[in-house]
């Protein structure tokens, strides 16, 4: 067990909902970070949140949008979906910022289904 | 993204060691190696990880080069439950907090 939470599980939509992704980082820890993984694709780093504050993004679209709140939980929101949203979507949380040292650990994910 | 290249697939016997390697000949001098390993579809598990020296712990060894252009992820004795996909990545610090997973290596351990 990582310590890191995420829900649902599972998630099974229908194309053009919207959908919430919720994850709770380790105790203490303050980065989160969202990773989606499709089996064309591998795991795509999508944005990383800092203690409240987007810190870095990567391949995520712009009908996708996440949040960290003052409790450290994130929600990754994803609109408009389309069949190629089916994937896994990934939580991962750190400690800090920014450190190279550091590690991140991984939640078991969300199997996010739209059809 | 990744910086790194490995293998696409590997076997190793039941109990043998299983040497994967992986070459990142663009690493950076403050840039860790890290490894990871993801088994099905489960959440990517942290491995190992360093910077120029060997590292081990209860899970495997590391090591790295001299140049630090290419490492080794040493499992010693590998089960059947090793069977994962393992990725192995160097930390982009200069942007960020992020990893970048590559394709990694498929191992699988074969009784």
């Known amino acids: 067990d990582s310590g890191v939470t995420q829900t649902p599980k599972h998630l099974i939509t229908a194309t053009g909902q919207r959908v919430t992704l919720r994850c709770s980082p380790r105790?203490?820890?303050?980065?989160v970070y969202w990773y989606q993984q499709s089996l064309d694709q591998g795991l795509q780093f999508l944005i990383q949140?800092?203690?409240?504050?987007?810190?870095a993004k990567g391949n995520i679209l712009e009908r996708f949008s996440a949040q960290q709140f003052p409790d450290l939980h994130s929600e990754l929101n994803l609109s408009s979906l389309e069949l190629g949203d089916s994937a896994l979507y990934f939580c991962?949380?750190?400690?800090?910022?920014?450190?190279?040292?550091?590690?991140?650990?991984f939640g078991s994910g969300t199997q996010l289904s739209v059809l | 993204d990744a910086k790194t290249t490995q293998p696409p697939s590997m076997d190793c016997a039941e109990g043998r060691a299983a040497n994967l390697p992986c070459n990142h000949s663009?690493?950076?001098?403050?840039?860790?190696v890290y490894w990871y390993r993801q088994i099905h579809s489960q959440g990517p598990q942290y491995i190992i990880h360093?910077?120029?020296n060997n590292e081990t712990n209860e899970m495997a060894s590391l090591i790295i080069t001299e140049d630090r252009k290419s490492s080794t992820l040493i499992l010693p004795h590998a089960t059947l439950r090793d069977t994962a996909v393992y990725y192995c990545i160097v930390r982009v610090g200069d942007t960020g907090n992020q990893f970048y997973f590559g394709t990694g290596t498929s191992l699988t351990v074969i009784p």
């Open positions: 991962a949380s750190s400690p800090r910022q920014f450190a190279t040292n550091e590690k991140l650990f």
């Open positions: 360093g910077l120029k």
């Open positions: 663009t690493i950076s001098g403050n840039e860790y």
């Open positions: 105790s203490g820890d303050l980065s």
């Open positions: 949140y800092y203690n409240g504050e987007e810190r």
